[in-house]
């Protein structure tokens, strides 16, 4: 009987370990901030690694941005630029280093940009910010929502099996 029991509790462990736990975008999660210009891969300049806590950090351009990254956001604004946006590539990339493709992302409502909307992709595990031809002005904002993650969750049918194999397995030993 002892061993009946062990076995289902390890059944039991394998089903709630299989379940899967759900976790904040981008939290622990390595970012290496880069200001690229004047063309799609030039770094201008490495702003640093940013490992995103619960607490907003911020990287700052000198006199020109600041990156702020938390769990859930990242906000790009103070440009102190007050002009059209050089080069055929003019803004930021953001590497996640912990992850193979980064997070998906929207654009927040809160999002201040008069001078055009910048070109926004991700390539693998960059999130590229694009600015180039506009001008984004002392006070905007880019504000991006990140799109929080989740380890995938095994088929319900799944762990009906594992169910019904350990209920077989119990009611096998109860009759020997």
């Known amino acids: 009987m002892h061993t009946v029991i062990n076995k289902l509790m390890l059944t039991l462990g394998l089903c709630i370990g299989l379940a899967g736990v759900a976790q904040a975008g981008l939290i622990g999660n390595a970012i290496d901030v880069q200001y690229i210009w004047p063309s799609a891969g030039w770094v201008n300049s490495d702003l640093g690694t940013i ?56 654009v927040d409502p809160s999002s201040v940009l008069t001078g055009g909307s910048p070109i926004i992709t991700i390539a693998g595990n960059t999130l590229e910010i694009d600015f180039h031809g506009l001008s984004f002005q002392s006070g905007e904002q880019l504000v991006l929502d990140v799109a929080p993650t989740a380890v995938p969750e095994p088929a319900p049918i799944g762990l009906i099996g594992i169910s019904l194999a350990a209920l077989a397995l119990f009611r096998r030993h109860r009759t020997t």
């Open 51 to 106: 490992t995103v806590a619960s607490v907003p950090q911020t990287v700052t351009f000198q006199p020109y941005f600041n990156v702020t990254i938390s769990d859930t956001q990242i906000v790009v604004n103070g440009s102190n630029y007050g002009d059209t946006y050089s080069g055929s590539f003019n803004g930021q990339y953001l590497i996640d280093q912990s992850v193979a493709t980064f997070p998906a992302y929207s």
